[in-house]
């Protein structure tokens, strides 16, 4: 099993920064890649950005290319969302997920943490 925790959310001012983390447990050798969604209220949950679990390659939204990078430390199992220059438009809850080797989806999710940001 998988078990996903993410932390660090908050309600910040419009251009502040937080970082989001995502504490993994459980086999995390049979990680593909790890990404982080969002929802917004009233919306569907979107991709934001993701990272290959053994490697760095890197995919992000066009809505936060250049302002968030995501990154993690293998060590402690965790992923990683530095998020800069935050926009109201952010405000949504935040998911880390983890896609295992050979699934074609992300098939483990974390509970969420809140990110609002006001203007």
């Known amino acids: 099993q998988v078990q996903l925790v993410e932390s660090g959310g908050g309600s910040v001012q419009a251009g502040a920064t937080l970082r989001l983390s995502c504490a993994a447990s459980?086999?995390?050798?049979?990680?593909?890649?790890m990404g982080w969604f969002r929802q917004a209220p009233g919306k569907g949950r979107e991709f934001v950005a993701a990272?290959?679990?053994?490697?760095?390659?890197?995919s992000y939204a066009d809505s936060v290319k250049g302002r968030f990078t995501i990154f993690k430390d293998n060590a402690e199992n965790t992923a990683y969302l530095q998020m800069n220059s935050l926009k109201p438009e952010d405000t949504a809850i935040y998911y880390c997920?983890?896609?295992?080797?050979?699934?074609?989806?992300?098939?483990?999710w974390g509970q969420g943490t809140q990110v609002t940001v006001s203007s």
């Open positions: 997920a983890v896609r295992t080797i050979l699934s074609g989806y992300y098939n483990y």
């Open positions: 459980g086999r995390t050798f049979k990680y593909q890649s």
């Open positions: 990272i290959v679990w053994n490697g760095s390659t890197t």
